[in-house]
């Protein structure tokens, strides 16, 4: 059973950015796809971007691009996702998951306020 | 504004069974995708339930109860979640998802009031 743990609360200030990590145990980051989702205080669920094996590149969605960098340290089995030029409105909780989301981490709150 | 339409509200009565809708937009069959399902309670993650293409291809998060089962309406390009005998414990939001190229659509989630 895989099992993502992710890492504690952050606050940024406006243009600032954040760095989450999400660790993978019970498989290794090799054998998965990982997907990052975000879901807005009261709103519902929006995908960020994510791994896809057919075309071994990782892909991110157009309202991201350019903002947002998704890595991963296969050493430590730890997939990264970092947010750059935060604004109020990226106040959010951050997900990883893996492939089609079968498996959620617990999440990660970011609160971007000056 | 989400791709897939859910209503924001549905209610049923313990023991009784919930009909949780899923619409696509006209442009993308419901025939031709998988429908995710996924439950949401307050201050958790979300929990993947199932998937449902047809009665052949279909299946089970671990651990979900056998009383969560998808369907499809194709006449109203709908994707359906059905929870028979509602427990207190299935008051949550509820998530439609298909992933039709490379990145994941969603719905704007129903939040099920067990009464």
């Known amino acids: 059973q895989v099992q993502l743990v992710q890492s504690g609360a952050e606050v940024k200030k406006p243009g600032a950015s954040v760095k989450v990590s999400c660790k993978v145990s019970?498989?290794?980051?090799?054998?998965?796809?990982m997907h990052w989702v975000r879901q807005a205080p009261g709103k519902g669920l929006e995908w960020m971007g994510g791994?896809?094996?057919?075309?071994?590149?990782?892909i991110y969605a157009q309202k991201f691009q350019g903002r947002v960098t998704m890595t991963e340290d296969t050493s430590t089995d730890t997939a990264y996702m970092e947010l750059s030029s935060l604004r109020s409105e990226d106040t959010a909780v951050y997900y990883c998951?893996?492939?089609?989301?079968?498996?959620w981490g617990q999440g990660t709150l970011v609160t971007v306020s000056s | 504004q989400p791709v897939l339409t859910q209503p924001p509200s549905s209610s049923a009565s313990p023991g009784e069974s919930a009909r949780l809708t899923c619409t696509l937009p006209?442009?993308?069959?419901?025939?031709?995708?998988?429908i995710y399902w996924y439950q949401q309670k307050p201050g958790s993650p979300p929990r993947y339930l199932l998937y449902?293409?047809?009665?052949?291809?279909?299946?089970?998060g671990s651990g979900v109860p056998s009383r969560f089962s998808g369907s499809k309406d194709a006449s109203a390009n709908t994707g359906i979640l059905l929870i028979s005998g509602l427990q207190s414990e299935d008051e949550a939001d509820y998530y439609c998802?298909?992933?039709?190229?490379?990145?994941?659509?969603f719905g704007g989630g129903t939040k099920l009031t067990v009464l």
């Open positions: 998951a893996t492939p089609h989301l079968t498996s």
């Open positions: 449902y293409y047809s009665d052949s291809d279909k299946g089970q």
């Open positions: 998802m298909i992933w039709p190229s490379n990145a994941p659509l």
């Open positions: 019970g498989y290794t980051l090799t054998e998965l796809s």
């Open positions: 006209s442009d993308i069959n419901v025939g031709s995708y998988n």
């Open positions: 791994f896809d094996p057919e075309d071994g590149e990782t």
